[in-house]
């Protein structure tokens, strides 16, 4: 009884975890008990159990909403607890406590936060300014402000995937301890590639020394060095870029994956078969690509994250993409937009990521919703490109059983926007209110800071203990 009992168990244990999990034996999460508190990141790293966010809790109230499972928007009421999503009740109920905040949300649509999955954080804003724009100091304050344009944009997560330095990663942790207003960050460092390829083109090897957001790196040994490096400063992810041979590409992502890490990988033609060939989790872009690339792809569950509003931007802004050796193929919107089409028709996950770069992100929602309505363009419904940019970003984020859903046990990164954007994808620019990790960051369409509170300061465990 005791065996069958506990084949049970295991059996329920291999069915629940993620598919990852299973093709994956480095994957360390078999040895973590789910009571064993983790950070929220993919490195689940141990922390000190305790609560989390703010005290009390938080009611949305009588809202529209769409839970970012699949399933149609219905009337409801959100409870949050701290900074966990605890209960969604029937619109008829109050049940929750007497001392709660309740706010009146009917008419409006609760839904889950949107995830960026393609930034450069600290990338400059033109390309006269490099000099000040390899400044530390001045990539991290340009950071901050764009953080505040995606928190606005009602995205509570970002994967970025090339910046300076330790930017990122302090700017991840100030957000995590609710110090400056942003979505969370989930860093992959620098962006690895070799000599003369993607994000180094016309740029002499110094200035790419000094701007800091790319390791070149020359053989299997230095390419495992160079994800080593990001891990060590904090990586969430590791990205990677063409050109690299067989054996380099391999060599990153098996140690990426020992490390506990997903692999996304800027590649076009071979090197995405390549990239693919040696395991990579997402392939970024919509470069081109062979039917049989795809069906490998598709085979082996890697995901897309298609980007095609940068590319949109530059070919109505530029006239077109000159002077690229790592794009040295026909390039246009409508072979990009072919490509999501034939991404979706063999089944390929596919994620929402704007790679804004110089000064675009002040374009803001505008390109995030473009990109939700080129999947449209691409064959998906308006509430399917919302799941696309909350639950299946989560997914390729590694980050599904926390956030990416409104469900009980998640982490409250919620939306509040005025209007029907299952609808009307429009209606996403009408933010009202964002939450994450359970604090209203953002209050009426604009980042709100509470005033500080001295008193609490003073009675706070972290004051020095002379002060208290
Ligand atoms: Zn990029």
């Not at 109050?94 to 995830?115: N, R």
Request: aromatic share 6%.
């Amino acid at each position: 009884m005791m065996m069958k009992a506990l084949a049970l168990i295991l059996l329920t244990a291999v069915l629940s975890a993620p598919s990852w999990t299973q093709e994956k034996p480095q994957d360390r999460r078999r040895f973590l008990d789910p009571k064993t508190q983790v950070s929220d990141d993919p490195r689940r790293i141990v922390v000190k159990p305790g609560p989390r966010g703010p005290e009390g809790t938080l009611v949305l109230r009588g809202g529209r909403i769409f839970d970012g499972t699949g399933s149609p928007a219905h009337e409801g009421t959100l409870v949050i607890e701290r900074n966990k999503i605890v209960k969604i009740l029937p619109a008829n109920s109050s049940d929750w406590p007497k001392d709660a905040q309740v706010m009146d949300v009917s008419g409006k649509t609760v839904l889950p936060g949107l995830i960026d999955l393609h930034t450069h954080l600290t990338y400059p804003l033109n390309e006269e300014n490099f000099g000040l724009a390899s400044n530390e100091a001045d990539a991290t304050l340009r950071g901050a402000e764009k953080l505040r344009y995606f928190i606005e944009s009602g995205i509570t997560s970002v994967r970025d995937v090339g910046s300076q330095g330790d930017v990122p990663f302090r700017l991840k942790e100030w957000v995590r301890e609710n110090r400056i207003p942003g979505p969370r960050v989930f860093p992959a460092g620098a962006f690895i590639t070799g000599e003369g390829g993607h994000s180094t083109e016309n740029t002499p090897d110094e200035l790419i020394l000094r701007m800091g957001a790319t390791r070149l790196a020359s053989g299997p040994d230095d390419w495992r060095q160079a994800v080593r490096e990001q891990f060590h400063k904090g990586a969430d992810v590791i990205k990677l870029g063409s050109h690299f041979s067989t054996e380099e590409i391999k060599a990153a992502v098996t140690e990426a994956h020992e490390l506990g890490l997903k692999v996304t990988v800027d590649s076009e033609t071979f090197y995405i078969q390549r990239a693919v060939e040696a395991g990579a989790d997402t392939i970024e872009h919509p470069l081109p690509r062979s039917e049989e690339t795809i069906q490998l792809m598709a085979k082996k569950g890697v995901a897309a994250d298609p980007t095609l509003i940068p590319y949109q931007i530059i070919f109505d802004e530029w006239g077109g993409y000159f002077g690229s050796t790592s794009r040295r193929f026909t390039f246009s919107k409508d072979a990009n937009l072919e490509m999501l089409k034939r991404l979706r028709k063999a089944g390929i996950k596919c994620g929402v990521g704007t790679d804004l770069i110089l000064h675009w992100y002040r374009y803001m929602p505008g390109p995030y919703i473009r990109e939700l309505k080129n999947f449209v363009d691409a064959g998906w419904s308006v509430p399917e490109a919302l799941v696309a940019a909350t639950k299946t970003n989560s997914e390729i984020l590694d980050m599904d059983d926390r956030l990416g859903t409104l469900q009980a046990g998640k982490l409250a990164d919620v939306l509040v926007v005025n209007g029907k954007p299952d609808e009307n994808l429009d209606d996403l620019a009408k933010v009202e209110l964002v939450i994450r990790d359970g604090y209203q960051v953002v209050v009426g369409g604009h980042v709100a800071i509470p005033r500080h509170s001295a008193e609490k300061a003073w009675k706070s465990a972290t004051a020095p203990a002379e002060m208290k």
